[in-house]
């Protein structure tokens, strides 16, 4: 095994020798797709790449999260970070982690990352201001990928879950289980994610002929501090489909409180698959948001913009699937 040649993985994948060296040492010229399976076969087979891995410069990604979003060990956007870490480990690059705080947002002051030049290119996880992003564009000097958001307008890969699909596929199995009074936790005004979750649970609902009451639109979240807080209706529907496993979880501690069982008398869905500490979690029937492929697709366009690869822009939609757990009640 120790024998094995550039020429020994050329030939067992139909690929030239050069083309091996080049996927090898992280040179221009290969795609993705044909560096990973040179890599996984030269592995495979037992073929040293030591002496590559030590003269192959270590990629430096910088990731910022905004510190509305930080709540160390706990929130989405730190489970989605180590991911994101995770990814980078894998293509022998290595993650620098900077937390953005508001006065630095509002005065669009590059992170101490990109003013001490220490990174190769950056992720941006969790929605920030169209003025700040457009600031790392035109400033930061290094290819940017924006994680969970995207500006529209500008040009900059985004990776982002499928908001949309996602929030209908939930709402659709609500339906399924006869369920038609169905209300939506979240503040639509907070992000377009949310935006886009509420207007995929509004294409179910009118699909269905189900009612899309305006008083069933709750809020759950203060707009200016960002604290999820939520006020049931007084009029009660069959269930809830919530923005996020975060604001699930506290409307299942307002409902408890105000004594109602779940899933016996109000039926409760998510969106997210994370729901750190809380004993619903187990409960939950939720949409999983799969944060893996989504950093792993981050890693991977930001390494592109790296070494040149690739020019082109666009926003990528991970879809993903309903996780049915035990807290909705079937009315079928």
């Known amino acids: 095994m120790g024998n094995v040649k550039l020429k020994d993985i050329a030939e067992a994948l139909g690929v030239s020798a050069v083309t091996v060296s080049n996927a090898l040492t992280g040179k221009k010229g290969v795609s993705e797709e044909v560096r990973d399976k040179i890599v996984k076969t030269a592995e495979e087979m037992g073929y040293d790449r030591s002496r590559y891995i030590k003269a192959e410069k270590r990629s430096r990604i910088g990731v910022i999260v905004a510190d509305k979003y930080m709540e160390t060990g706990v929130s989405f956007y730190w489970a989605m970070y180590q991911m994101v870490a995770y990814a980078a480990c894998g293509k022998a690059a ?11 947002e509002a005065k669009k002051i590059l992170p101490q990352m990109l003013r001490g030049r220490t990174v190769d290119g950056l992720v941006v996880i969790g929605k920030v201001s169209e003025p700040y992003v457009e600031k790392l ?113 506290r409307l299942y501690d307002q409902l408890v409180k105000n004594g109602y069982s779940v899933p016996e008398d109000i039926s409760v869905a998510g969106y997210d698959d994370y729901l750190f500490g809380h004993s619903f979690a187990e409960k939950l029937t939720t949409y999983h948001v799969d944060m893996k492929q989504m950093a792993e697709i981050t890693v991977n366009l930001l390494m592109r913009k790296i070494r040149g690869d690739d020019t082109a822009y666009g926003i990528h939609i991970i879809d993903g699937v309903v996780v049915e757990r035990s807290s909705v009640r079937a009315l079928v």
């Open 137 to 249: 564009l035109k400033k930061s000097g290094v290819p940017v990928v924006l994680l969970d958001f995207c500006v529209k307008h500008i040009p900059c890969d985004a990776v982002m879950s499928a908001n949309y699909t996602g929030m209908y596929k939930v709402t659709r199995y609500l339906l399924e289980q006869g369920h038609r009074e169905i209300a939506f936790a979240g503040s639509v005004a907070a992000n377009e994610n949310i935006m886009d979750r509420y207007y995929g649970y509004k294409k179910a609902m009118m699909e269905a002929g189900a009612p899309v009451r305006k008083e069933w639109r709750l809020e759950d979240r203060d707009l200016v501090s960002g604290i999820v807080q939520i006020e049931l209706p007084k009029k009660m529907p069959s269930a809830f489909v919530c923005n996020s496993d975060l604001t699930a979880g």
């Open 94 to 104: 290595v993650t620098i982690f900077e937390v953005l705080d508001d006065e630095g």
